[in-house]
């Protein structure tokens, strides 16, 4: 992620993008399913949820750090990017025992392409640069949508293509808002969004953890 991307106010499309954000996180905050670990389960099967929690809170976590370093052209930019896609590769490895190894890395490099592409906006949305938003839009979004047809894939029955797409879209849409409020100066409100942004995160790793537990119910006896 380049440090030197001037600072500049995002067009109106990606602030769209923002304001509609903020509409359906208020329409879906509260409406999730109980969690997981609301559940009686197996220590194995609360050993899993567990590690998937804290997988997905990293991602969320260094997500947000990098956000805020690149808008702020701090020195570590670097590598707090190179920490966020290292847990792209955690997420995938913690796959693999269900999956695979080629699905896991498969996963993993969709993952990483979705870091990727969100860097690429956000240098986009920092430089004004109208077309450049659409293109990386379109590019983000292209790939959250892979991501959410890979995992329906992975297990049909219990992660529905509809579930994992408006799963994947949430997050997405949060990730724009968060980008915008920082480029806005709008710090207040990225911290409130802060906490419903890994609300979801959360929801979306227990979505993910249920959905192998009931697939593979032996692994967790």
Not at 79 to 106: C, D, H, M, S, W
Not at 168 to 175: A, C, E, G, I, W
């Amino acid at each position: 992620m380049p440090s030197t991307v001037r600072i500049g106010r995002p067009r109106h499309a990606l602030v769209a993008i923002a304001a509609m954000a903020t509409l359906a996180i208020a329409a879906v905050v509260g409406t999730s399913a109980a969690p997981a670990h609301e559940r009686t389960l197996t220590p194995k099967a609360l050993a899993f949820h567990d590690g998937m929690r804290a997988l997905w809170q990293s991602h969320g976590a260094w997500t947000e750090r990098a956000i805020v370093d690149f808008v702020g052209g701090l020195p570590d930019t670097q590598l707090a990017v190179a920490r966020l896609l290292k847990n792209q590769t955690e997420i995938g490895n913690a796959v693999k025992p269900f999956y695979g190894r080629k699905a896991g890395n498969a996963l993993t490099t969709l993952l990483k392409g979705h870091i990727n592409a969100a860097v690429a906006l956000l240098a986009a949305a920092k430089s004004g640069d109208s077309a450049a938003i659409a293109t990386a839009r379109a590019t983000f979004y292209a790939n959250g949508d892979r991501i959410a047809r890979f995992l329906h894939a992975a297990n049909p029955q219990h992660w529905p293509v509809r579930a994992m797409r408006r799963m994947m879209r949430m997050h997405l849409d949060q990730v724009v808002a968060l980008a915008v409020d920082q480029l806005q100066g709008r710090y207040a409100a990225a911290v409130r969004l802060y906490d419903v942004y890994i609300a979801h995160i959360l929801d979306m790793a227990d979505m993910l953890s249920t959905g192998i537990m009931q697939q593979f119910p032996a692994r967790f006896r």
